[in-house]
């Protein structure tokens, strides 16, 4: 599942050239994890994955991924968002975004909420 997800971005000349001064890719277990590290940072959180059974027997799979743009401005952060939307457009939906600030370092977040099937 976040395979996908790393293959998608890494392959993304817009989200690659927005990152490549800041962390690499990162997975995180926590969202909030890598608060104060250097930005531009991408940083992603599997939410739910359920299985959903046919009629014909197989099963298909529902993931949610919860994708945090970090960026030193709030343009910034929605810069690095815009472009990872169209590196995954396509490949599921994108079923919420939403700004906030971390309070502490002051750090810019865009969190995009990506929901797909596999």
């Known amino acids: 599942m976040s395979s996908q997800l790393i293959t ?6 817009a989200v690659t050239t927005l990152i ?4 690499p890719l990162e997975y995180r277990l926590d969202p909030d994890f890598a608060s ?6 991408l940083v992603y959180q599997l939410r739910s994955s359920g299985y959903v ?3 014909d027997g197989k099963a298909a799979v529902n993931s949610s991924i919860q994708i945090s743009c970090w960026a030193d401005t709030r343009s910034g952060a929605d810069a690095l968002a815009d472009a990872v ?8 939906y994108i ?3 939403r700004d906030d600030r971390d ?7 865009t969190l995009l909420f990506w929901s797909y099937w596999s």
């Open 103 to 109: 309070p502490d370092t002051r750090d810019y977040r």
């Open 8 to 13: 998608l971005l890494k392959a993304d000349a």
């Open 95 to 97: 079923t919420g975004r």
């Open 53 to 55: 059974n046919g009629h």
């Open 36 to 41: 104060g590290e250097e930005n531009p940072r």
């Open 85 to 92: 939307e169209t590196a995954i457009d396509g490949t599921g």
């Open 20 to 23: 490549a001064s800041g962390s």
